[in-house]
């Protein structure tokens, strides 16, 4: 199969557009499992309903584990937002509605992997934080009392994309049941790599439309800053994830 050039390369993968589908294949520092696993969580995310693209088949490509699924041909939420921002309310609200349409929904027992399991080992491989930090976001951790239900990990507004005003959510790799106080910090957290106005404006409007308090959600703020050091994002501050730590613990 020649699938010639990439149409984008991520950190964990390169997309390929072929035959009006997409083939994601996975980079070379990733287990082989991990098409699989993301296949699944998508395929779960679209057997409830949720507009995601619909998974074809997971195989092999280039020696390397590869999911091939519905090309959405759109544009992104994020490209959007960012050659539009004086549309800025319109298109935050489109990116708080979508997560919602996510968060309502309770995760079935076993369907996806728990939330908390996945912080702790996030947490537990974050080299830069030393054993009592760890020690400390671990309690944290098991202090925290929630309904478990859909969240994806990663929703920011460049996994979203817009084909005939219809928005679909795409990157389910990090999805899992839990808390959706904490999915609603880690988006806060992404927006405010970049931006706080607009990370304060998506954490005002989900605030306003939930009835959700912005102390309840922070609550999470070292948690998830605290497991994002693991991730080793050449984009992220470091720095920055250590100061929210050590602010909120």
Partial sequence: MNVGKPIAIGNTASLYLYENKIIKVF???LPPTEALNEAKKQEYAYSRGLPVPKIF???V??????IIMEYI???????LLMNHIEEAKHYMDICVNEQQKLHVLVVESDSLEPMSEKLKRQIDDADVLDPKLKDALLKRLDTILFEPKLCHGDFHPFNVIMKDEKAYVLDWVDSTSGDIRADVYRTYL???????????KYMNKYCKNTGLSREEIFQWAPIIAGARL?????????NRLMEIVLKYL
């Fill in 73 to 79: 041909n759109g544009e992104t939420l994020g490209d």
């Fill in 190 to 200: 992404l927006f405010s790599q970049s931006s706080s106005e607009l990370a304060e």
């Fill in 27 to 29: 980079k070379d520092h």
């Fill in 230 to 238: 693991a991730e080793n994002v050449s984009s992220e501050d470091n």
């Fill in 61 to 66: 490509l280039k020696s390397r584990p590869a």
């Fill in 57 to 59: 088949e997971v195989t």
